[in-house]
């Protein structure tokens, strides 16, 4: 079994759902306490194994780049304040040389299109994706606990999580065939079915570990729901060649593409912060007593 070295990272969506915040800068950019969203995933990533990131970007992107390389005139004035401990944070976050790559995809044209557009850099082996919009609050991390199920089972696995039945057009959606644990077989994956045709509540929640054969299907892949290249449905095509198992994982996903979703991160990353915790949860309490 090949082990997964490289994640995709799609960093290319407009954002529209949080303007106008996200005019200037990359949704992906936008703090969640005291680092960007993106910084979460890229842990995430970095702690379940993952060696190399690919960024697939588009334009007005460029502070991702920026902010996985140094700051040579922020690092020199740190220095000469004494800031080590900052220093030192700076450092700590900065990827290995030549760990990352930055790819572009030029049109937006679907989430499967942002994959299929990191196919060189991926190669022959399989890789995971994961979707920058979605925190996943858990310990261990939602794509350490898939590439456990991944080291037992192999070949394909997503993350799903039940959603609310009447908000299943959101999302892609599975259709369960048999469970072992938390570990599904699946029928069918549909993308953002109407309540009324989705066969679960089972939603998929961005984390995704593919075979490379995927970009066969990715390539042939005509547009579909919303008029994009959805990796969903060249995904429900490589189910019928390849094992695919959906992940009922251990964690509270936040989708920070919605208003509502960012600030729910935000409340929730903040009442576990080691500086401002305590404050947040009182803050919080207050004002919910206020209400
Ligand atoms: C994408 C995927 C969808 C998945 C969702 C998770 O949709 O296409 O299958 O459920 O992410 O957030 P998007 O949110 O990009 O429309």
């Known amino acids: 079994m090949k082990k997964i070295r490289k994640a995709v990272l799609p960093v290319a969506g407009f954002g529209t759902r949080v303007l106008p915040a996200t005019k200037s800068i990359p949704k992906e950019m936008l703090p969640v306490v005291d680092r960007p969203a993106l910084q979460y995933v890229v842990d995430e990533a ?3 194994g993952i060696e190399h990131i690919v960024f697939v970007t588009g334009r007005n992107k460029g502070a991702i780049e920026d902010y996985f390389d140094r700051a040579y005139e922020l690092e020199a004035t740190l220095h000469l304040k004494n800031k080590t401990a900052l220093l030192k944070e700076l450092e700590a976050k900065l990827p290995a040389p030549g760990s990352t790559s930055f790819v572009r995809q030029q049109s937006p044209q679907g989430l ?4 299929w557009c990191a196919r060189d850099v991926i190669g022959d082996e399989p890789f995971a994706v994961l979707l920058p919009d979605v925190l ?6 939602c794509l350490a606990q898939m590439i456990a199920a991944y080291e037992k089972k192999g070949g394909n696995i997503i993350a799903v999580d039940p959603v609310p039945k009447d908000q299943t057009d959101k ?4 259709a369960p065939k048999s ?6 077989e699946m029928s069918a994956m549909i993308e953002k079915p109407k309540p009324s045709e989705a066969p679960s509540n089972l939603a998929i929640t961005g984390r995704y570990i593919l075979q490379p ?3 066969k299907f990715l390539e042939e892949q005509e547009p579909g729901a919303g008029n994009e290249i959805q990796l969903t449905d060249a995904m429900a095509k490589l189910m019928k060649t390849s094992p695919f198992f959906a992940l009922a ?3 509270t996903p936040y989708d920070c593409g919605s208003k509502f979703g960012y600030f729910k991160a935000v409340c929730a990353y903040a009442m576990d912060h080691g500086e401002i915790g305590n404050e947040a949860r009182a803050l919080i309490k207050t004002l919910s007593q206020n209400d």
Do not use: M, R, W
Not at 136 to 141: D, F, I, L
């Open 136 to 141: 996943v609050k858990s310990t261990p991390g």
């Open 213 to 215: 054969e995927i970009f």
């Open 46 to 48: 970095l702690e379940a």
């Open 179 to 184: 469970q072992d644990g938390n570990i599904y």
């Open 112 to 115: 499967g299109h942002a994959v």
């Open 249 to 251: 994982f251990d964690g």
């Open 171 to 174: 999302y892609g959606v599975i």
